[in-house]
């Protein structure tokens, strides 16, 4: 139990559909951050917000568009997406933002962009 | 550029020991982690390393060697269990934390 929830952790959807991902973190935590892992690759950083406030935007298609409405959620907005969109999509949270901060992963959302 | 380099996979017997190494190059250090992922789970922490030296805990003992820009993690006494992916990740001098691509641990029986 990571304290971190994610869903849903399976998604297959069409290139013309819209669709969010939806995390959820139960440990106080006021940073939260959504990362993408494709295999064989390093962990992409997405989205960074602290204290609800959107920090970081790491080059990120505009497909792709976060939603941090409390400190505890976090949604992945995902529409018109393209098969080499296809991964696994993780949420995380820590404590500040600071990167020497240890975050804390939700299990993904498995996502299939056919 | 910034780059971390680890063996992609890795293969070991159960009840032995394995050294996983991280190699980096990166703008600045402010810390390394390692962190464990199991096939479809969440990646979690496993040590944080700062300053230079070993570090125990339990069967896992994580080493760091600044000037070096190497670590490595260590498991003792293998089980099935620690059959997974193992993230190493470097904090750099804008404290973005680079990630290294993963190494696959196999255990064998």
């Known amino acids: 139990e990571t304290g971190v929830t994610q869903t849903p952790r399976h998604l297959v959807m069409g290139m013309t559909n819209k669709k969010s991902l939806k995390c959820e973190q139960h440990l106080g935590h006021n940073a939260m951050y959504w990362y993408k892992q494709s295999a064989k690759k390093p962990l992409e950083l997405m989205f960074v917000?602290?204290?609800?406030?959107?920090?970081e935007n790491n080059s990120v298609p505009s497909r792709f568009s976060p939603e941090c409405p409390n400190s505890s959620h976090l949604f992945l907005h995902l529409h018109t997406l393209q098969p080499e969109d296809s991964a696994l999509y993780l949420c995380?949270?820590?404590?500040?933002?600071?990167?020497?901060?240890?975050?804390?992963f939700g299990p993904g959302t498995r996502l299939l962009v056919l | 550029g910034q780059n971390i380099d680890q063996p992609t996979e890795m293969t070991a017997t159960e009840g032995a020991i394995v050294q996983i190494n991280c190699t980096y190059q990166t703008s600045g250090f402010n810390g390394l982690f390692w962190y464990q992922q199991h096939a479809g789970e969440a990646p979690t922490f496993l040590s944080y390393n700062v300053l230079d030296g070993l570090e125990e805990k339990g069967r896992f003992s994580s080493f760091l060697s600044r000037s070096k820009g190497y670590s490595y993690l260590l498991l003792k006494e293998l089980q099935m269990k620690d059959s997974a992916s193992y993230l190493c990740?470097?904090?750099?001098?804008?404290?973005?934390?680079?990630w290294g691509a993963g190494t696959k641990l196999i255990i064998k029986p």
């Open positions: 995380a949270s820590s404590q500040g933002r600071g990167d020497q901060e240890t975050q804390y």
């Open positions: 990740a470097v904090v750099d001098s804008n404290y973005q934390l680079i």
């Open positions: 917000y602290n204290f609800k406030e959107q920090t």
